[in-house]
Protein backbone atom coordinates (compact mmCIF):
# COMPACT_ATOMS: atom_id res chain seq x y z
CA UNK A 1 0.00 0.00 0.00
CA UNK A 2 2.79 2.44 0.82
CA UNK A 3 4.52 1.87 -2.61
CA UNK A 4 1.33 2.22 -4.50
CA UNK A 5 0.67 5.60 -2.29
CA UNK A 6 4.80 6.91 -3.63
CA UNK A 7 3.48 5.83 -7.03
CA UNK A 8 -0.01 8.16 -7.00
CA UNK A 9 2.22 10.87 -5.75
CA UNK A 10 4.76 10.98 -8.23
CA UNK A 11 2.13 10.64 -10.78
CA UNK A 12 0.56 13.49 -9.24
CA UNK A 13 3.04 15.47 -9.32
CA UNK A 14 4.36 14.98 -12.80
CA UNK A 15 0.77 15.86 -13.65
CA UNK A 16 1.21 19.08 -11.73
CA UNK A 17 4.44 19.78 -13.35
CA UNK A 18 2.92 19.44 -16.85
CA UNK A 19 -0.19 21.63 -16.16
CA UNK A 20 2.07 24.40 -14.80
CA UNK A 21 4.53 24.56 -18.25
CA UNK A 22 1.30 24.29 -20.32
CA UNK A 23 -0.06 27.16 -18.49
CA UNK A 24 3.39 29.21 -18.19
CA UNK A 25 3.36 32.14 -20.63
CA UNK A 26 5.64 31.07 -23.55
CA UNK A 27 8.26 33.65 -25.19
CA UNK A 28 10.36 33.48 -28.16
CA UNK A 29 11.52 34.39 -31.58
CA UNK A 30 10.95 33.24 -34.99
CA UNK A 31 12.45 34.67 -38.34
CA UNK A 32 11.02 33.75 -41.68
CA UNK A 33 11.18 34.39 -45.05
CA UNK A 34 8.72 35.78 -47.61
CA UNK A 35 8.62 36.02 -51.19
CA UNK A 36 5.59 38.24 -52.76
CA UNK A 37 4.73 38.65 -55.61
CA UNK A 38 2.54 41.85 -57.12
CA UNK A 39 1.19 42.94 -60.33
CA UNK A 40 2.12 46.88 -61.33
CA UNK A 41 1.48 48.46 -64.50
CA UNK A 42 3.93 50.98 -65.54
CA UNK A 43 3.37 52.77 -69.00
CA UNK A 44 0.28 50.97 -70.15
CA UNK A 45 2.37 47.56 -69.41
CA UNK A 46 1.36 44.75 -67.13
CA UNK A 47 4.67 43.37 -65.28
CA UNK A 48 5.54 41.72 -61.70
CA UNK A 49 7.41 42.35 -58.95
CA UNK A 50 9.11 40.01 -56.28
CA UNK A 51 10.02 41.10 -53.52
CA UNK A 52 12.16 38.56 -50.81
CA UNK A 53 11.90 39.86 -47.30
CA UNK A 54 12.85 39.16 -43.80
CA UNK A 55 10.71 38.83 -41.09
CA UNK A 56 11.11 38.58 -37.07
CA UNK A 57 8.68 38.00 -35.14
CA UNK A 58 9.47 38.85 -30.97
CA UNK A 59 6.40 37.72 -28.81
CA UNK A 60 5.76 37.08 -24.82
CA UNK A 61 2.67 36.18 -23.60
CA UNK A 62 -0.46 37.74 -25.29
CA UNK A 63 1.83 40.35 -26.98
CA UNK A 64 4.22 40.42 -30.57
CA UNK A 65 6.35 42.58 -32.39
CA UNK A 66 7.09 42.10 -36.40
CA UNK A 67 10.41 43.53 -37.76
CA UNK A 68 10.21 42.90 -41.39
CA UNK A 69 13.24 44.12 -43.82
CA UNK A 70 13.42 44.41 -47.47
CA UNK A 71 16.24 42.41 -49.03
CA UNK A 72 15.86 43.56 -52.57
CA UNK A 73 13.14 44.98 -55.34
CA UNK A 74 12.88 44.26 -59.14
CA UNK A 75 14.29 46.65 -61.23
CA UNK A 76 11.66 49.47 -61.98
CA UNK A 77 9.15 48.36 -59.11
CA UNK A 78 8.15 52.01 -59.38
CA UNK A 79 7.83 51.23 -55.68
CA UNK A 80 9.65 54.66 -54.62
CA UNK A 81 11.18 52.05 -52.20
CA UNK A 82 15.23 51.47 -52.41
CA UNK A 83 16.27 48.99 -48.69
CA UNK A 84 18.96 46.89 -48.89
CA UNK A 85 18.22 45.51 -45.45
CA UNK A 86 19.11 47.97 -43.39
CA UNK A 87 15.39 49.89 -42.54
CA UNK A 88 12.62 47.84 -41.08
CA UNK A 89 9.16 48.20 -41.05
CA UNK A 90 7.69 47.42 -37.98
CA UNK A 91 3.95 46.02 -36.54
CA UNK A 92 2.46 45.41 -33.22
CA UNK A 93 0.01 43.44 -32.11
CA UNK A 94 -2.38 44.60 -29.54
CA UNK A 95 -4.22 42.04 -27.36
CA UNK A 96 -6.31 44.19 -25.78
CA UNK A 97 -8.20 45.25 -29.14
CA UNK A 98 -6.33 42.29 -30.67
CA UNK A 99 -5.39 44.22 -33.60
CA UNK A 100 -2.23 44.19 -35.88
CA UNK A 101 -0.76 47.54 -36.03
CA UNK A 102 1.94 48.99 -38.51
CA UNK A 103 4.00 51.76 -36.83
CA UNK A 104 4.32 55.27 -38.76
CA UNK A 105 6.04 58.47 -38.01
CA UNK A 106 4.66 61.37 -39.61
CA UNK A 107 5.09 65.30 -38.95
CA UNK A 108 6.85 64.81 -35.71
CA UNK A 109 4.27 62.05 -34.11
CA UNK A 110 3.72 58.23 -33.67
CA UNK A 111 0.70 56.73 -35.71
CA UNK A 112 -0.29 53.00 -35.50
CA UNK A 113 -2.26 52.21 -38.64
CA UNK A 114 -4.61 49.35 -38.16
CA UNK A 115 -3.95 46.57 -40.42
CA UNK A 116 -6.38 44.48 -41.81
CA UNK A 117 -6.41 41.03 -41.07
CA UNK A 118 -8.69 37.96 -41.37
CA UNK A 119 -8.59 34.31 -40.64
CA UNK A 120 -7.96 31.34 -42.74
CA UNK A 121 -11.71 29.68 -43.81
CA UNK A 122 -12.13 26.50 -44.79
CA UNK A 123 -9.60 25.24 -43.11
CA UNK A 124 -8.78 21.43 -43.81
CA UNK A 125 -6.36 19.21 -42.82
CA UNK A 126 -4.57 17.19 -45.28
CA UNK A 127 -3.10 14.43 -42.87
CA UNK A 128 0.72 15.16 -43.81
CA UNK A 129 2.83 15.53 -40.97
CA UNK A 130 6.56 16.90 -40.96
CA UNK A 131 9.30 17.46 -38.88
CA UNK A 132 10.37 21.27 -39.16
CA UNK A 133 13.48 22.86 -37.49
CA UNK A 134 12.48 20.43 -34.59
CA UNK A 135 8.73 20.94 -34.44
CA UNK A 136 5.98 18.34 -35.70
CA UNK A 137 3.86 19.91 -38.20
CA UNK A 138 0.78 19.49 -39.55
CA UNK A 139 -0.30 19.93 -42.82
CA UNK A 140 -3.60 21.97 -43.96
CA UNK A 141 -5.03 23.72 -46.91
CA UNK A 142 -7.45 27.29 -46.69
CA UNK A 143 -8.64 30.42 -48.07
CA UNK A 144 -6.80 33.57 -46.91
CA UNK A 145 -8.01 36.80 -48.22
CA UNK A 146 -9.77 35.04 -51.37
CA UNK A 147 -6.67 32.75 -52.35
CA UNK A 148 -6.00 28.96 -51.99
CA UNK A 149 -3.55 28.36 -49.28
CA UNK A 150 -1.23 25.65 -48.47
CA UNK A 151 0.73 25.76 -45.17
CA UNK A 152 1.71 24.24 -41.77
CA UNK A 153 1.46 24.63 -38.47
CA UNK A 154 2.89 23.22 -35.02
CA UNK A 155 0.45 22.78 -31.74
CA UNK A 156 3.83 23.14 -29.93
CA UNK A 157 4.27 26.62 -30.74
CA UNK A 158 1.51 29.68 -29.36
CA UNK A 159 -0.79 30.23 -32.08
CA UNK A 160 -0.51 33.66 -31.98
CA UNK A 161 3.28 32.64 -34.07
CA UNK A 162 2.61 34.12 -37.64
CA UNK A 163 4.18 36.36 -39.83
CA UNK A 164 1.31 37.64 -41.30
CA UNK A 165 -1.02 38.48 -38.43
CA UNK A 166 -3.59 35.72 -36.22
CA UNK A 167 -5.18 33.72 -38.19
CA UNK A 168 -7.32 31.57 -36.33
CA UNK A 169 -5.09 28.25 -36.33
CA UNK A 170 -4.20 25.55 -33.35
CA UNK A 171 -1.34 26.55 -33.25
CA UNK A 172 1.97 28.47 -34.29
CA UNK A 173 2.26 29.19 -38.23
CA UNK A 174 5.63 27.42 -39.93
CA UNK A 175 4.76 28.03 -43.58
CA UNK A 176 2.32 29.58 -45.61
CA UNK A 177 2.24 29.21 -49.65
CA UNK A 178 -0.04 30.66 -52.22
CA UNK A 179 0.36 31.22 -56.19
CA UNK A 180 1.45 35.07 -55.18
CA UNK A 181 3.02 35.04 -51.62
CA UNK A 182 5.17 32.37 -49.55
CA UNK A 183 6.53 32.36 -45.52
CA UNK A 184 8.23 29.94 -44.00
CA UNK A 185 10.21 29.59 -40.85
CA UNK A 186 13.82 29.57 -40.89
CA UNK A 187 14.78 29.84 -36.79
CA UNK A 188 13.12 29.04 -34.24
CA UNK A 189 14.12 30.52 -30.68
CA UNK A 190 11.96 29.39 -27.64
CA UNK A 191 12.83 31.07 -24.19
CA UNK A 192 14.26 34.11 -24.97
CA UNK A 193 13.96 36.58 -22.79
CA UNK A 194 11.79 39.20 -24.45
CA UNK A 195 10.05 42.36 -22.10
CA UNK A 196 6.65 42.80 -23.04
CA UNK A 197 7.23 46.62 -22.89
CA UNK A 198 9.05 46.23 -25.63
CA UNK A 199 6.50 44.75 -27.78
CA UNK A 200 3.80 47.62 -27.10
CA UNK A 201 2.99 50.10 -29.20
CA UNK A 202 4.94 53.41 -27.76
CA UNK A 203 2.30 55.08 -25.25
CA UNK A 204 2.31 58.40 -27.00
CA UNK A 205 1.26 56.33 -30.25
CA UNK A 206 -2.34 57.72 -32.48
CA UNK A 207 -4.08 54.91 -33.31
CA UNK A 208 -6.05 55.34 -36.80
CA UNK A 209 -7.06 53.62 -39.78
CA UNK A 210 -5.53 53.95 -43.40
CA UNK A 211 -7.63 56.56 -44.76
CA UNK A 212 -7.32 58.69 -42.06
CA UNK A 213 -3.36 58.42 -42.09
CA UNK A 214 -3.74 59.62 -45.90
CA UNK A 215 -5.69 62.22 -45.45
CA UNK A 216 -3.47 63.87 -42.53
CA UNK A 217 -0.19 62.76 -44.96
CA UNK A 218 -1.58 64.91 -47.46
CA UNK A 219 -2.90 67.98 -45.36
Known amino acids: MKILLNRLLIMLCFISVKQINAQ ?10 SENISKMNFGGQEFEQKMNMNITQDFSGAYYRLAASLQNSAPGAGSGININGGAQMFQYYDPGDKFLYQLQHLKGKNYAIRIESKKITDLVKTGKTQTV ?15 QVTGWYSTDLPSIVSPVGPL ?35 KDVIK ?12
Open 24 to 33: APLNGTISYS
Open 133 to 147: LGYACIEFTGIFFGE
Open 168 to 202: GLPGGLIKLESKKHKYSATEIKMGIAVKESDLQLP
Open 208 to 219: TTQEEFNRIRNQ
